[in-house]
């Protein structure tokens, strides 16, 4: 069974940046396509990033040009570099195995990392 755990959120200014890390316990973790999710308080969860295994990515628009996601086969991890960050990027971020480009992932859920942008 594989399990994540997301570290590396924070507090921070607007326009400040963090890298969020995904530790990923499991075998298949290299063949599988991962995404970064969150979600806001009062929002429905949001896929902000993907990677497939062969470092392909892409982007919700609301964060193109701003994060970047990178993966690591031999550590079992995910990054998700986040700059120029906005008070609208506030929210608990998770990592997950992607199911396409939905908002479902598709083993369990982490307990996520708290990222507060705010002056």
């Not at 892409?58 to 193109?64: E, G, M, W």
């Not at 120029?84 to 083993?107: H, M, Q």
Request: proline content about 3%.
């Amino acid at each position: 069974q594989v399990q994540f755990v997301e570290s590396g959120g924070g507090w921070v200014q607007p326009g400040g940046s963090l890298r969020l890390t995904c530790a990923a316990a499991g075998r298949i973790f290299s063949i599988e396509t991962m995404g970064w999710y969150r979600r806001a308080p009062g929002k429905q969860r949001e896929l902000v990033a993907r990677i497939t295994s062969s470092s392909s990515t892409t982007y919700a628009d609301s964060v193109k040009g701003r994060f970047t996601i990178s993966r690591d086969n031999a550590k079992n991890t995910v990054y998700l570099q986040m700059n120029s960050l906005k008070p609208e990027d506030t929210a608990v971020y998770y990592c997950n195995a992607a199911i396409g480009s939905s908002v479902f992932g598709l083993r369990t859920w982490g307990q996520g990392t708290q990222v507060t942008v705010s002056s």
